[in-house]
T-cell receptor, first 114, second 115 residues
Framework: GAGVSQTPSNKVTEKGKYVELRCDPISGHTALYWYRQSLGQGPEFLIY????????DSGLPNDRFFAVRPEGSVSTLKIQRTERGDSAVYLCASSLMGITDTQYFGPGTRLTVL | AQKVTQAQTEISVVEKEDVTLDCVYETRDTTYYLFWYKQPPSGELVFLIRRNSFDEQNEISGRYSWNFQKSTSSFNFTITASQVVDSAVYFC????????????FGKGTHLIIQP
């Protein structure tokens, strides 16, 4: 079946702009995660959804970052007033049920803030 | 907080050699899960294995094998008879039983298999 998909694959924006990154999880997966990967580093956890609710948003770096999953499937990561330091690859993952289940990752969105 | 250390930043071997990627972890939880992921040049993380803290049995899958030792907090990954297609960045990761804070990844080991 289809894996996790993310759009866009690349996003270039200017400092101060607003961006939205979309994630479509594997069909039937109830848990969804966002991670951020900087060059030469491992992914860093941002937020975890179980169904429609954010079960753990402890990794969001500040209040410019927000994510939603209104119908328990597709999720959108929103970044306001982007900064150059937000440039990274944003990865989405999903798992069948809980957070300790195996997480399957999408191809990521490469965000570049000029 | 948990921590995962992959001390080998980059390893380069010639095809058909065996290679071991090291992973050392730190956690105060008694229940946790360990993972290995492969990130080829295309960038997508590919799941390789999941192991829970109560299962110390080693595992073999084709040319891949994993050695989990709680006594040394290590979860090492060996590729036997390496192939050029094994070239990638490999990440070790840990999540605690309650799941809070998501997966904690190491910095990755860049494996280069030369023909």
């Amino acid at each position: 079946g289809a894996g996790v998909s993310q759009t866009p694959s690349n996003k270039v924006t200017e400092k101060g702009k607003y961006v939205e990154l979309r994630c479509d999880p594997i069909s039937g997966h109830t848990a969804l995660y966002w991670y951020r990967q900087s060059l030469g580093q491992g992914p860093e956890f941002l937020i975890y959804f179980q169904g429609t609710g954010a079960a753990d948003d402890s990794g969001l770096p500040n209040d410019r970052f927000f994510a939603v999953r209104p119908e328990g499937s597709v999720s959108t990561l929103k970044i306001q007033r982007t900064e150059r330091g937000d440039s990274a690859v944003y990865l989405c993952a999903s798992s069948l049920m809980g957070i300790t289940d195996t997480q399957y990752f999408g191809p990521g969105t490469r965000l570049t803030v000029l | 907080a948990q921590k995962v250390t992959q001390a080998q930043t980059e390893i380069s071997v010639v095809e058909k050699e065996d290679v071991t990627l090291d992973c050392v972890y730190e956690t105060r939880d008694t229940t946790y899960y360990l993972f290995w992921y492969k990130q080829p040049p295309s960038g997508e993380l590919v799941f390789l294995i999941r192991r829970n803290s109560f299962d110390e049995q080693n595992e073999i899958s084709g040319r891949y094998s994993w050695n989990f030792q709680k006594s040394t907090s290590s979860f090492n990954f060996t590729i036997t008879a390496s192939q050029v297609v094994d070239s990638a960045v490999y990440f070790c990761a840990l999540i605690k039983g309650g799941g809070a804070d998501g997966l904690t990844f190491g910095k990755g080991t860049h494996l280069i298999i030369q023909p």
